[in-house]
């Protein structure tokens, strides 16, 4: 059986390097995208892509190169973010548009680019990742919260447009996992923040990992256009 070929969106972060850990033994094909630091070596099932998401031209190269090394892209997992958080009224326009271009503009036209891919292969598993900031807000966090909440509208969108090619579009809304941006938390504020989680813990990577390979396996062809709120009991 071919093995099906997950790109990866920011690969090198916390939680995108635990992911990688997660997928590497496993029968798929990685193209992991970073954006200045990979931190993988190539191999055989294995290669990484140098892209900025923001920027059409090269993302379009990006998803060419995949599609010519694999031969086809199953699942998109795009997991690429940037948090520049300040009180709204004192954010700098400069931060805001950084903040939407990563986490809003970015996702868009990966997937712009994977989708007659996908298409053509009438099949797909289009994954945003959001946050749980995106439904509950956070102070200090607009243009974070608000770009992870665009992301929302996006999915609902795309699942309608895709449904018919067996393309299924599906966020997940993270809670406060322990790796990744919680290490720009102080030690002390992330253990408030335990305290609101009805599991009292954070998340770890596995969790996520098991979630994604849930919807991208056949079984799932009828979960689309759904947030699934991964946040033991903060906010359902």
Not at 149 to 162: I, R
Not at 197 to 202: C, E, G, K, V
Not at 211 to 235: C, F, K, R, V
């Amino acid at each position: 059986m071919t093995a099906k070929t997950i790109l990866l969106i920011g690969s090198s972060g916390g939680l995108g390097s635990e992911l990688v850990k997660y997928y590497k033994d496993k029968n798929y094909n990685l193209a992991l995208h970073y954006h200045q630091h990979p931190n993988m070596e190539p191999s055989d099932r294995i290669k990484t892509y140098q892209a900025d998401i923001t920027i059409e031209s090269e993302v379009s190269r990006m998803i060419t190169q995949v599609k010519t090394d694999f031969g086809r892209i199953d699942v998109v997992i795009h997991n690429a973010g940037v948090s520049k958080n300040s009180i709204s009224w004192k954010l700098n326009v400069n931060d805001w548009n950084e903040t939407i271009a990563v986490n809003l503009t970015g996702p868009f036209l990966v997937t712009k680019f994977v989708t007659p891919i996908m298409r053509s292969q009438n099949f797909g598993r289009i994954i945003f990742m959001s946050s749980v900031v995106a439904q509950t807000g956070f102070v200090g966090t607009a243009a974070y919260a608000a770009s992870k909440a665009g992301l929302l509208g996006l999915t609902k969108t795309l699942a309608k447009e895709l449904a018919n090619k067996n393309i299924t579009v599906n966020a997940i809304a993270l809670g406060y996992f322990n790796v990744g941006m919680i290490h720009d938390v102080p030690a002390e504020m992330q253990e408030e923040l335990k305290k609101k989680i009805p599991m009292a813990t954070l998340g770890s990577p596995q969790q996520l990992a098991a979630l994604i390979e849930y919807i991208s396996s056949e079984q799932a062809n009828y979960l689309t256009g759904q947030t699934l709120n991964l946040n033991g009991g903060l906010h359902s």
